[in-house]
């Protein structure tokens, strides 16, 4: 590229992506402390379950023209929250960052097939593992077109690892307190929140303060805000994403979430994108996460 040729300007949604498909299915005991959207319960039954919902989403954005990448995950060692690789990688071109995770378990994720194959297509890698918890893009909510992060607190978003996550990308960010309907701060920003090209999903309720709240809407001016409630939000409707499909954007969610919003919300949203509702269940009953959690964008 020539001196004068413009830079490629930023997109905020992914046409690729990498999923990990699970190889086991449990409640995971190291994450239940802080992960109040996750039940301990496990039923009988859950890896078919898991593997069948799994399976759905994958056929569901196949079909809808994203591009999925799909490892299996190896029994070993156990990982069971392995189907949310968005928490300990993310990419930009040409860039791979990989994440400090809690629990020993989720930092077990990193396994070499997942890593050889991210190895090979981003050659620039930023490290974080070995600061405090920072998980990825459950912890920041990413504005890339205008690189700016939103981070809620909570022991998995450490605001030291942020700062020097953030000096290091090239991103300003909003830093703010939670809490949910039982008062326990939010673990993971984007069960509480989402940002598409024109668009953002809000939990404002969920956000202590109003000066933070303030600052969150001052910075989303621009996008089109859909307030969701705490029970909304309990329901996994703050756990959406935009992906580019072959026909235009793509607004993917898991039915629960789906169901809990109105239709004012839907017809928000479906000006911006495609709804895409998909039956996972199983997974966001034993994982605690939902659809955004399960994708990986591939930029």
């Not at 999923?19 to 996750?38: G, K, V, W, Y």
């Not at 898991?50 to 995950?73: H, K, P, S, Y």
């Not at 020993?104 to 990193?110: G, L, T, Y």
């Not at 994108?273 to 199983?282: D, Y």
């Amino acid at each position: 590229m020539s001196d004068g040729d413009p830079s490629p300007q930023p997109i905020q949604s992914a046409s690729s992506v990498l999923m990990i498909r699970p190889s086991t299915a449990f409640s995971n005991p190291e994450t239940l402390a802080d992960n109040s959207f996750q039940s301990p319960a496990t039923p009988k039954d859950a890896l078919d379950r898991v593997q069948g919902e799994f399976d759905g989403l994958v056929c569901a954005l196949d079909l809808r023209g994203v591009a999925v990448t799909v490892i299996q995950d190896l029994p070993e060692p156990s990982t069971p929250d392995a189907m949310f690789p968005n928490n300990w990688f993310s990419t930009e071109p040409g860039r791979l960052t990989l994440y400090p995770m809690l629990a020993p378990s989720r930092a077990a994720e990193a396994k070499p097939a997942v890593l050889g194959h991210l190895r090979s297509r981003y050659p620039e890698v930023l490290d974080l593992r070995g600061l405090p918890p920072l998980e990825g893009t459950g912890s920041l909510v990413l504005d890339r077109v205008n690189r700016h992060a939103y981070a809620a607190r909570s022991p998995r978003t450490s605001p030291v690892t942020l700062a020097q996550w953030a000096i290091e990308s090239g991103y300003s960010f909003t830093v703010f307190d939670t809490a949910d309907g039982e008062g326990v701060p939010v673990y993971h920003t984007n069960v509480m929140m989402a940002v598409g090209t024109g668009w953002a999903i809000l939990c404002t309720e969920s956000v202590i303060g109003n000066e933070s709240r303030l600052a969150i809407l001052e910075q989303l001016e621009g996008r089109e805000v859909i307030e969701i409630t705490p029970s909304q939000m309990a329901r996994f409707a703050g756990n959406m994403i935009e992906l580019q499909g072959a026909h235009g954007p793509v607004i993917a969610m898991s039915a629960n979430a789906y169901g809990s919003l109105e239709s004012g919300q839907i017809r928000q949203l479906s000006q911006h994108g495609e709804p895409l509702a998909v039956e996972i269940a199983t997974i966001e009953q034993i994982g605690g996460g939902s659809v955004r959690c399960m994708v990986a964008e591939l930029f």
